[in-house]
């Protein structure tokens, strides 16, 4: 069973099955599928097997934190995996899906370069994650690994004066430094 909803424009409604629902932005098209039970573990194994990836949602981890990172870009892609914090799981997927798209065309992401092409009208930034955070922020994917190495980026977008958190004049309070 699929469940499709449509965003018909911005700040507009919404189409799910029949029914108009109200969306205060677009969070562009959202496809949930219904999936029989699997445990975790073979749900990331049968992502990764199937699409070349898994993306893992902490909706508030010990810290307060709600962030959101892919496992299996290094396997498949040779790729670091990627970690985004302070956005809804649902924009974070799309985001992870354009990233993954252009890294499966073979382009490689660098730390401390800024892209434009990831979010319209900002500039991102991606930074390397301290491997000695991993175990704690990253634990489905050093399961999944287990003693294969791999480095996780965090993609940071600026607020709405293009500042970004390690600048003083920064806004946003809902992203965090992974």
């Given at each position: 069973?699929?469940?499709?909803?449509t965003?018909?424009s911005?700040?507009?409604?919404?189409?799910?099955?029949?029914?108009?629902?109200?969306?205060s932005?677009?969070?562009?098209?959202?496809?949930?599928?219904?999936i029989?039970?699997?445990?975790?573990?073979?749900?990331?194994i049968?992502?990764?097997q199937?699409y070349g990836?898994h993306v893992?949602h902490?909706l508030?981890?010990?810290?307060?934190?709600?962030?959101?990172?892919?496992?299996?870009?290094?396997?498949?892609f040779?790729?670091?995996e990627?970690?985004?914090?302070?956005?809804?799981?649902?924009?974070c997927?799309?985001?992870?899906?354009?990233?993954?798209?252009?890294?499966?065309?073979?382009?490689?992401?660098k730390?401390?370069?800024?892209?434009?092409d990831i979010?319209?009208?900002?500039n991102?930034?991606f930074?390397?994650?301290?491997d000695?955070k991993?175990?704690?922020?990253f634990?489905?994917a050093?399961?999944?690994?287990?003693?294969?190495?791999?480095?996780?980026y965090?993609l940071?977008y600026?607020?709405?004066?293009?500042?970004?958190?390690w600048?003083?004049?920064?806004?946003?309070?809902?992203?965090e430094?992974?």
């Amino acid at each position: 069973m699929r469940l499709k909803l449509t965003i018909l424009s911005l700040n507009q409604k919404a189409v799910k099955g029949n029914q108009i629902m109200d969306k205060s932005y677009a969070e562009i098209v959202i496809e949930k599928k219904v999936i029989t039970k699997m445990k975790p573990k073979e749900k990331i194994i049968n992502d990764i097997q199937k699409y070349g990836w898994h993306v893992v949602h902490i909706l508030d981890d010990d810290r307060g934190e709600k962030y959101s990172y892919t496992i299996g870009l290094t396997d498949s892609f040779k790729h670091p995996e990627i970690a985004i914090s302070g956005l809804k799981p649902d924009i974070c997927s799309l985001i992870f899906e354009g990233i993954v798209e252009t890294i499966k065309d073979g382009f490689e992401y660098k730390v401390n370069k800024e892209y434009d092409d990831i979010l319209e009208g900002y500039n991102c930034i991606f930074r390397q994650i301290s491997d000695n955070k991993y175990d704690n922020l990253f634990g489905k994917a050093t399961e999944y690994y287990k003693e294969k190495a791999f480095n996780v980026y965090q993609l940071f977008y600026p607020d709405n004066e293009n500042n970004f958190p390690w600048d003083n004049e920064y806004s946003l309070t809902i992203q965090e430094l992974l």
